[in-house]
């Protein structure tokens, strides 16, 4: 199939979109993994919470079933806005994981891979049920404004080349790499982002430079809380929100991401995300029914012959 | 095939010895036990039932994906077993059901989680099958799990009655004798469908068709090839797969071509539509194009609310219909519920007394008898007016709603579509040698 | 294989006394202890529990259920399903627990031999043919999956099995529904029983106890053998070396052994019950589907299982395999009095189950028991075992 250059224009688009999102996840992931050596199962699970946080900062929304519904609660919910979200959620997030790193991640540190896994893939399983059970199983709608800072974004605009794009997805574009290149700026030229560094290459030398390494361990997991939350919230803001959402839309491309990227690496993690998002909205676009393969190939052929990842460094995660 | 045939089976040694047993200790009493003379039929799958109560399994999904829809085929399943048991509601209304169990037994039921995986749900099946002696298994939401739960079911020799289920092949390929749809299918989507959208839309247009690639999406697309390019002589342009689960289809949506279309097919059902049709507002094809969503769900409609305004659709039933079926069963169901029903609990709630009404007509739960009694059999009186469950696939022939989204002024809780139109099932369905039931072949009764 | 054994017998030798001391188990003492030691014990204490398996869960737990006024006893189909995850669990072991690889991709061979052995059944419907064929498609496929998978570790390693696993299943669902009949499931799978058809899988086994059919002793016998093959390997210099590769891979390398090679043999091994067990599911299922088989969720429950049962003994992953489908066959379907019907509950007690185990026995189920019983013995608990005690450096 001969591609147009208007393909190629908004397979680009829908790529840098989607890249977005895995980016996102796989910084967060990353991070963690690189300087704790602590595999987290639960990450998607801080989607799930990054979006429906943002679902109920966002609007009210009327509930149908759940307890909370069953104990007279009808609507749940702020009418916030998207601005608010986007403060609010990555403050949650943060918060949250700095609960997480006190309560599930310390215990674990010295205990083998496989436990930290287990107990991470059991929380996981406790959020998505609480969520269930208490907001209800329902699908929420996307959550989508149709102004942002006075701009209309409900309908398509005209680009050069592309055509019709919507606009709303532009603006997730723009602001999923705003936070992403603060991000960057955060570990490449902070203090705090040299000790994550320092940490991802090896954590004992820090500790032994007399680094208080354990307030950076908080931090460093409610950085990466927050920006698996940031990008439930972008995710939310396009899709629909669902208990199962974490475990079905987030997990996995998470972790395809930062072994694509090589894990422990910022600017991996980064580079990942847009590759594999490129490769998915390329092949949708083109043979959709191998698309899912080609991406799991991928990831598969890069393991086998360039297993330090795009920017890692093999050591770690191993 | 061949142990239908050759072997006994397990449980009927089981059965037949039990039932001996079971002769045997009452034998002394001076009776032989088993309601309205059961006795006279041979064990097979769950049969003769003992004791004085007969369990159905309701097996639906309680996790994952569609529990929601889950939740309200279980309140169609237990309101109709509590009407079963103390009367109310329909039972009041229907030939032969008494309000006082059925054939005399109090109706029991046993609950499963299907998941929406087949293997899941086959597994809960057979508990309900081995454990529970449930007589008759119904529910899923969707055509996959159907599917396999209906073959279990046959092997197995007990009544299955499908629930949400669109699929042609569930009565058509992959049909059994064992197995009943109330629902309407794919085939009669594109029946009731294409004359509405060629009297709206106008004749010889183009449509681009986006389906999941599963069993359900794959025979929808191919039904709304046939009768969009039959009934108003439409062109299509190109008919895409998308995999089922897919939450972003920008990359799909940008391939429609603007210019040409004027009709975009999204075959999606409940979560999939959810994300396809805001999606498709969001990149502004409605302003180019007619979207059509041929299976409307609440699910769906609840999910993707601010974006259904105008959109067609046809459903198996709504709550708004004037009959005083319809109106009888949103009211009880309001009382308890507080709200109106959605189409999954109708069926869930008539296919349960649909088979208890066969049982008494039958006077025996012995299922070769039931399942005559089924085949052929008209009704009234589930919300659709006239039905018919055809003997040749065990696919009621019954009306069709067409659909159309609410404007969200419009919207309230349980109001998020209206009617537009009622086809009758005369102006569709076909015969039993033509359409997907050419391809059906019920398989055995198990007492032949 | 078995004659690759004996020769790298003699390639251990010189090794041997740095790795073998611990493993026999905890010092003599009791009767009891020295019966432990024996190195078939296990296998006759399992075939002891697969002849009143099925007892305990249909008959006992549903007398119990009866008393109780809630549904918790089993059902025909339960015990074989539970044998069956049992068998992959064990093989999964084998490289989780001994070598410490974590594979996050065993549907993969699963599903392959679940298929196989599907398509086969349409051809030659033998069970025994059915199992040997899935197995043999499943063997093949980990060969190349382990040659490239095993040069990488931790999450690269599990990420990497995780792959191909994922693009077997979409395949599957999607472009291969030619063969596998996508997600309308692969189903008119007829194993035509046992002795060329003479004894039909779903027959009874013995007369009134309706629990045993001959589905579950031909899944019992294959069990037995899986055990016994099992043992063989972790008390052959082989397990030793596997053992090692858990503790210490370098110190494997140190000493001259190819530790590509023993890696490898573990994936593969792992895979044979995989494939075996994938095989054994079709015969008893009568019906599979790409979810089932490939996705990476059930990939996912093998490594539950095993650790749930945990992952230092040779049969402590068949406890989890019972624990997990317990769960999820029949606790998910369990209405309580003042509650209501659990079902919407069970994948959150799972989760609950799952950290309780993780945080507070990390030697899982098995471990904690044989803790126990140690305890009461008067004997030392024994020294957590080698991949899942936290000596990681």
Same mark, same amino acid.
């Given at each position: ?9 908004? +397979? ?33 699970a ?6 429906y ?19 007279? +609660? ?13 403060i ?12 997480m ?10 205990r ?11 929380l ?10 208490v ?7 996307? +959550? ?16 050069p ?13 723009? +602001? ?8 960057y ?14 940490g ?6 820090v ?6 390494i ?10 990466g809380?927050a ?10 803001s ?27 690496s910022?600017?991996g993690?980064i ?48 | ?11 009927d040694v ?14 002394l ?24 109560e007969?369990?159905?399994?309701f ?32 039972? =009041?209304?229907?030939?032969?059901l ?21 293997d ?6 057979q ?13 899923g ?18 009544q299955?009655?499908?629930?949400i289920? %669109? ?5 058509g ?23 509405v ?7 010889d ?18 039904s ?36 040409e ?11 999939d ?21 041929p ?12 974006? !259904?305004?105008?959109?067609f ?8 219909l ?13 009382e308890e ?5 959605s ?7 008539t ?15 012995y ?9 052929? %059999? ?15 696939? %065990? ?18 809780? =349980? ?5 537009v ?6 102006? !569709? ?16 009764y198990?007492?032949? | ?16 006394g740095?790795?073998?001391e ?21 296998v ?29 006893? #089993?059902?025909? #189909?339960?015990?074989?399903l539970?044998?069956?995850y049992?068998i992959?669990?064990?093989g ?74 994922q ?5 599957a669902?999607?472009?291969g ?20 058809g ?25 069990m ?31 000493? #001259? ?6 890696k490898?043999m ?40 095993? /650790? ?21 066959? /029949? ?63």
């Open positions: 199939m001969l591609l147009l250059q208007s393909e190629i224009a908004s +397979i680009l688009l829908n790529g840098l979109q989607q890249g977005a999102i895995y980016a996102l996840l796989g910084i967060g992931l990353t991070i963690i993994l690189g300087t704790m050596e602590f595999l987290n199962l639960a990450h998607g801080l989607y799930l919470v990054g979006a946080t943002g679902l109920i900062v966002f609007q009210e929304t009327a509930l149908s079933n759940g307890l909370l519904y069953s104990s007279g +609660i009808t609507t749940l919910g702020f009418e916030g806005g998207f601005l608010a979200a986007l609010v959620v990555p403050i949650v997030g943060f918060g949250i994981g700095l609960l790193e006190r309560f599930v991640a310390e215990p674990f540190y010295d083998p891979e496989t436990d930290q896994l287990l107990v991470t893939f059991g996981a399983l406790i959020v998505e049920e609480t969520v269930k059970n907001i209800g199983g329902n699908t929420f709608q996307s +959550i989508a404004p149709s102004t942002i800072l006075g701009v209309n974004v409900s309908q398509p605009i005209s680009l080349l592309v055509g019709l794009f919507p606009s709303w997805r532009l603006f997730i574009i723009a +602001i999923a790499f705003l936070v992403i290149g603060l991000t700026l955060a570990i490449e030229r902070t203090d705090f982002g040299l000790v994550v560094q320092a991802t290459h090896d954590s004992e030398m500790r032994i430079l007399g680094i208080p354990n307030r950076s361990y908080s931090l460093v997991f409610a950085l809380a920006l698996a939350a940031f990008a439930g919230l972008i995710g939310a396009i899709q629909t929100v669902s208990p199962q959402i974490g475990t079905q839309q987030a997990l996995v491309p998470a972790f395809l991401t930062i072994v694509v990227g090589g894990a422990g910022v600017r993690a580079a990942g995300g847009l590759v594999l998002g490129l490769i998915i909205s390329a092949m949708t676009q083109t043979y959709s029914q191998w698309a899912q393969i080609v991406l799991y190939l991928f990831v598969a052929l890069m393991l086998v012959f360039k297993p330090e990842g795009l920017f890692g460094s093999a050591e770690v995660g191993e | 095939m061949a142990r239908d045939t050759t072997a006994l089976s397990r449980r089981l059965k037949a010895s039990g039932a001996a047993g079971a002769a045997g200790l009452t034998g009493a001076g009776c032989a036990g088993g309601g309205g003379g059961d006795s006279e039929y041979p064990a097979i799958g769950n049969y003769p039932v003992e004791g004085d007969v369990v159905f399994g097996n639906v999904p309680q996790s994952g994906s569609y529990s929601q829809e889950g939740a309200d085929e279980l309140r169609g399943y237990n309101l109709a077993k509590d009407h079963l048991n103390n009367g109310g509601g329909w039972v =009041d209304n229907w030939d032969g008494s309000g006082d169990g059925v054939l005399g037994k109090t109706v029991a039921s046993v609950e499963g989680d299907t998941a929406t995986d087949p899941t749900a086959r597994q809960s099946a508990r309900m099958i081995n454990r529970d002696n449930a007589i008759m298994i119904t529910g939401s969707s055509s996959g799990v159907a599917i396999a739960v209906q073959g279990l079911c046959q092997e197995e020799k007990v299955f009655q499908c629930c289920t %669109h699929s042609n092949d569930t009565t390929s992959e049909c059994v004798r064992y197995s009943f749809r109330e629902m309407f299918n794919a085939y009669m989507t594109g029946q009731a469908l294409a004359p959208l060629a009297e709206e839309y106008g004749e247009l183009n449509f681009y068709q986006l389906y999941a690639d599963y069993s359900w999406g794959q025979t929808q697309q191919a709304m090839e046939q009768f969009f390019t039959e009934v108003g002589g439409w062109n299509q342009l190109e008919s895409v797969p998308t995999p089922l689960g897919t939450s972003d289809y920008s990359s799909y949506l940008s391939d429609v071509p603007r210019d279309t004027d009709v975009l097919v999204l075959n999606h059902y409940g979560l539509a959810a994300n396809s049709l805001p999606q498709a507002i969001e990149a502004g094809l409605d302003e180019d194009m007619e979207i059509v969503v299976l409307y769900n609440r699910l769906m409609a609840e999910a993707a609310s601010g974006s !259904i305004d105008g959109i659709g046809t459903a198996d039933w709504n709550w708004q004037e009959d005083d079926a319809t109106q009888s069963f949103v009211e009880v169901y309001r519920h507080d709200r109106a029903p189409y999954g609990a109708r069926i869930a709630y296919q349960t007394l649909q088979y208890a009404a066969a049982v008494e007509r039958a006077e025996t739960f299922p070769p008898e039931v399942i005559r009694e089924l085949e052929g %059999h008209d009704y009234s009186g589930a919300g659709l007016g006239d039905e018919t469950m055809r003997g040749c696939d %065990h696919q009621a022939q019954r009306d069709v709603l067409v659909m159309q989204g609410a404007s969200e002024e419009e919207q309230t809780e =349980d109001k998020l579509l209206n009617i139109s009622t086809t009758s099932r005369d102006d !569709i369905g076909y015969a039993c040698d033509a359409g997907p039931a050419a391809e059906c072949e019920l398989g055995e198990g007492d032949e | 294989m078995s004659g690759d054994r004996s020769g790298d017998a003699t390639d251990a030798i010189p090794d041997g740095t790795v073998t611990e493993t026999a188990g905890g010092s003599g003492g009791s009767a009891l202890a020295g019966l432990r030691e024996r190195d078939d014990f296990v006759v204490a399992m075939a002891a529990a697969l002849v009143v398996f099925p007892f305990l869960l249909i008959d006992i737990l549903g007398a119990v259920g009866d008393v109780i006024g809630i549904s918790i006893g #089993g059902y025909t #189909g339960l015990p074989s539970v044998l069956i049992g992959i669990v064990i999964f072991n084998l490289l989780l627990g001994y070598t410490g690889l974590l594979s996050f991709g065993h549907a993969a061979f699963f599903g392959s031999a679940a298929y196989s052995a599907a398509l086969f059944s349409q051809v030659v419907p033998s069970p025994i043919l059915m199992v040997i064929v899935g197995t043999i498609v499943a063997t093949l496929l980990a060969w190349p999956i382990g040659f490239v998978s095993i040069r990488r570790s931790g999450v690269y390693f599990a990420v990497l099995t995780l792959t191909f696993g693009a077997l299943y979409f395949w669902l999607g472009p529904s030619w063969l596998t009949n996508g997600d309308n499931g692969f189903s008119g799978i007829e194993a035509h029983g046992l002795f060329l003479a004894i039909p899988l779903d027959a009874q086994l013995i007369p009134v106890f309706d629990s045993y059919t001959v589905m579950y002793a031909f899944t019992a016998v294959v037995l053998i899986a055990v016994w093959v099992g043992n063989r390997i972790i008390n052959s210099p082989y397990g030793l070396i596997f053992e090692a590769l858990g503790e210490n891979e370098e110190r494997v390398e140190f000493v #001259g052994l190819n530790v590509f090679r023993y490898l573990a994936f593969i091994i792992s895979a044979v019950f995989a494939g075996v067990g994938g095989a054994m599911f079709v015969i008893h299922e009568q019906y599979i589907h790409p979810t089932t088989a490939l996705y990476w969720i059930q990939s996912g429950d093998f490594v539950i299982m095993t /650790v749930l049962g945990g992952t230092g003994s040779l049969v402590g992953p068949v406890l989890g395999a019972l624990v997990f489908e317990y769960v999820a066959n /029949v606790i998910s379907g369990v209405s309580l009095p003042m509650i209501g019907s659990i079902g919407s509950l069970w994948r959150f007690v799972l989760g609950a189950v799952f950290v309780f185990i993780v945080w507070v026995f990390p030697r899982g189920i098995y471990g904690a028991f044989s803790d126990l019983g140690s305890r009461l013995l008067g004997e030392d608990p024994e020294e957590p075992a080698v991949a899942d005690g936290g000596e990681r450096e």
